[in-house]
């Protein structure tokens, strides 16, 4: 590349030289470096071509992203979500309430979330949220990926939609959203066999031990009418 610094066509070669410093894993400054390279390319020869793909390479570098992880059943107070991050300085979150009962009712049971687009944003538009919380994410300087782990402000046991958005509004166009189902429960259900009859135990949570005298509700789902209620009993010791 030093040979060819006078010619505008250098700054796709530095490009390119960018693109592939970014591919390398290895190197934990590969982004920096990376974006250093594709800047003195854009500076160099302002309204090439090159300098149009450096500066792509460099507004993907900088751009702000970030994914989640959530328990599926977790006790309150505990750091039930994971939120995968960078370039972004705050994320916003609220949490819904869910209607189990209302879902069950539903000729077309899906699931007990709302699980579609569709339904997810008629929630986030009708209902109000039971929280609302906004947390500080530590700075990315290096321009990858960052865990931070969250605690979700609930204390009501019951089953949650946690909805994260980039932006205060949580609208839904240029935005980044996303919802995860939660259910806030000391309880944990498991499975100890996969066929009829059925055997279920519930234990506590927090140290594994039986959880006695709670009632369980067996439900048939046929996926063409609401499911219906085959049997309730109460765990023994």
């Not at 500076?43 to 328990?71: H, N, T, V, W, Y």
């Not at 049971?109 to 569709?118: L, T, V």
């Not at 935005?175 to 806030?184: D, G, I, Q, V, Y």
């Amino acid at each position: 590349l030093p040979h060819f610094r006078a010619d505008p066509w250098w700054a796709v070669g530095m490009a390119e030289l960018a693109r592939e410093v970014d591919l390398n894993r290895s190197d934990a400054e590969r982004r920096i470096r990376a974006r250093a390279l594709a800047l003195t390319g854009e500076k160099a020869f302002p309204g090439s071509r090159g300098a149009q793909l450096c500066r792509e390479l460099r507004a993907e570098i900088e751009a702000p992203d970030f994914a989640l992880q959530l328990m599926a059943v977790d006790g309150a107070g505990r750091r039930s979500l994971e939120v995968s991050h960078r370039n972004l300085p705050k994320l916003h979150l609220r949490a819904y309430a869910v209607d189990t009962d209302a879902q069950l009712a539903r000729a077309e049971f899906r699931g007990f979330f709302p699980n579609d687009d569709r339904e997810i944003e008629r929630l986030i538009a009708s209902a109000d949220p039971v929280a609302a919380w906004t947390v500080e994410l530590p700075p990315t300087r290096d321009f990858l990926a960052h865990r931070t782990f969250v605690t979700p402000p609930l204390a009501k046991s019951g089953a949650y939609l946690i909805v994260a958005s980039a932006e205060s509004s949580f609208a839904k166009g240029s935005n980044r959203r996303l919802a995860l189902p939660f259910t806030l429960s000391h309880l944990v259900l498991l499975e100890e066999s996969s066929s009829f009859p059925w055997e279920v135990r519930l234990v506590e949570g927090g140290d594994g031990r039986a959880a006695t005298g709670v009632e369980v509700t067996l439900y048939r789902n046929t996926w063409r009418t609401a499911p219906s209620r085959i049997e309730t009993v109460r765990t023994d010791a």
